[in-house]
């Protein structure tokens, strides 16, 4: 094919020219972006449509003032700071800057520029972005808050990422288990830092550990009672919920946990509160039904070994039979002002065994010392039973002294003018001990057991030092002693040599039933 026939066959096409003024100027016509001229003296010089639709103004209005003046007061002073960059920059560099445009409606709109000058002008495309702004701005609002209601909770609260892994935990939540910042459990595991074994102490693998299966599980827990450990090694009983979260890279999880110690507390002393209130009714019942019953522990004489007396020691017998220790319903009596009660009860079973010649020591309460009728009421059981007063000690604690040591003093003098006994009990625990000694009419010091079981122990010198002291004193003032809880023949020859007169204790005897013990050991008159 000829070039000639091959030119027949593409015939030429001829396009127009278009001005190019003409298109750029169509361009800058049609641009949804705010396109414009000012110049150097701070006045719009050429304004494309997309400022009216934009911001309201006519191009017109926006050119009769300075721009300045459409500025947010708050952004005048950025804006002007732009401005003097600008006039020092080169022809090719663009500055960017953001500042807030009033309307005509007197709103303001939020506008990024990127402006370029010359000698001659400012060149400047601007464009509105109020709706991402506020979006941005909502989101940081609701970031703040929600960042100041973490900070300000007192809650412990974490977040695992999908590999289990601490990536953010709260003040209250350092603080709680001990550390000094979030930057010591960021990264970790909650299994490995605070969460490794049950509440009984066992450890146990991470596998088995609820918190960490929440993202395997992908489904909330609560737990009532559980338990962190603190830095510093000690334990935190907590309370925590758990949730999945949907994180970018997979499933982590989000725990709320709280310390439950007040917590724990507050209902021990009410479950206590609870069941000292059903005590109450169960002494009332006892005391009507004579379900009060004495047990009797031997008090030996160290130099030949021989029962001298035996103390009388209150139990009571449930209904199925059960024998109660004195120490679960007495504080309940003393506390509800059963103890009265309670202690006269004592002393009339007491006084059956004394009057069938039995030496017998009996307890007596605080709140009976102080009852002004006390020492009447003893003398007319003494002889209502035909009991011999010198076979019956009177046993006080020093607490019994301190609620009104004037009234316990006109007791104890009244009782020993009928010729009973009386013995300071637990003596050497409390620190007026030895000033009661200058005043009360006492015939025995009972040395609390404190000093004795330790005799051969780690305190051995001191308690050594206490009991010597005690039977010095004791025999300067014509009084007899004897040590409280002896359990074993080598603490019985430290009492024995230290010069201690009488000794009670496991060695010898537990309580028993006083009917039990009583008819095999008989005053010698």
Not at 150 to 171: M, R, W
Not at 205 to 218: H, T, Y
């Amino acid at each position: 094919m000829t070039p000639n026939r091959l030119k027949l066959l593409t015939p030429e096409r001829s396009v127009a020219p278009v001005p190019t003024a003409s298109l750029s100027e169509r361009l800058f016509e049609m641009s949804l972006d705010m396109l414009g001229t000012a110049s150097l003296d701070g006045f719009f010089t050429h304004l494309n449509p997309a400022w009216e639709r934009t911001l309201g103004w006519t191009d017109r209005q926006l050119m009769a003032e300075p721009f300045i003046n459409f500025v947010h007061p708050d952004d005048v002073a950025e804006t002007l700071e732009r401005s003097r960059e600008l006039a020092s920059a080169s022809g090719t560099e663009v500055i960017a800057f953001v500042n807030r445009y009033r309307t005509s409606s007197s709103e303001f709109r939020w506008i990024k520029w990127d402006v370029v000058s010359d000698d001659t002008a400012l060149y400047f495309v601007a464009r509105d972005f109020t709706d991402a702004k506020v979006i941005t701005m909502e989101r940081d609002q609701d970031a703040s808050v929600m960042q100041g209601v973490l900070e300000s909770i007192a809650d412990g609260l974490y977040v695992a990422d999908s590999h289990g892994e601490i990536t953010f935990i709260n003040p209250a939540g350092v603080e709680l288990l001990g550390y000094d910042s979030s930057d010591e459990l960021i990264g970790h595991s909650p299994h490995e830092a605070f969460h490794h074994t049950h509440l009984n102490g066992l450890a146990y693998p991470i596998e088995e550990c609820a918190l960490a299966n929440v993202r395997i599980n992908r489904e909330p827990i609560h737990a009532d009672e559980d338990g962190f450990w603190r830095k510093d090694g000690s334990s935190m009983p907590v309370s925590y919920s758990s949730a999945p979260v949907l994180l970018h890279d997979g499933i982590g999880s989000v725990v709320a946990f709280r310390d439950i110690t007040e917590r724990q507390s507050r209902e021990l002393h009410e479950r206590r509160a609870l069941e000292a209130l059903s005590w109450v009714g169960r002494i009332r019942d006892a005391l009507e039904e004579n379900r009060l019953t004495l047990y009797a522990q031997p008090i030996v004489e160290v130099a030949t070994g021989a029962t001298v007396q035996h103390e009388l020691l209150v139990r009571l017998i449930a209904p199925d039979g059960e024998v109660v220790a004195p120490g679960v319903f007495l504080p309940v009596a003393e506390e509800h002002g059963l103890i009265r009660d309670i202690d006269r009860r004592v002393f009339e079973l007491a006084l059956v065994h004394a009057a069938q010649g039995h030496p017998v020591s009996i307890n007596v309460s605080g709140e009976s010392i102080s009852e002004p009728g006390l020492f009447r009421y003893v003398e007319d059981q003494l002889m209502s039973h035909g009991v011999d007063p010198e076979l019956v000690i009177f046993e006080i604690t020093e607490t019994a002294l301190v609620r009104n040591e004037a009234v316990a003093q006109v007791f104890i003098e009244s009782v020993r003018r009928l010729g009973c006994g009386v013995a300071l009990d637990d003596f050497g625990t409390g620190y007026g001990s030895f000033r009661y000694l200058k005043h009360l009419p006492v015939n025995v010091l009972k040395i609390d057991q404190e000093f004795v079981r330790d005799l051969d122990g780690e305190a051995a010198m001191v308690n050594r030092h206490v009991v010597e002291a005690t039977v010095t004193l004791a025999r300067g003032m014509g009084q007899k002693t004897v040590a409280e809880g002896v359990e074993t023949e080598s603490i019985l020859a430290i009492v024995r040599e230290l010069g201690v007169d009488y000794a009670q204790g496991y060695l010898f005897a537990r309580p028993v039933p006083a009917e039990h013990a009583l008819p095999s050991i008989r005053k010698t008159r």
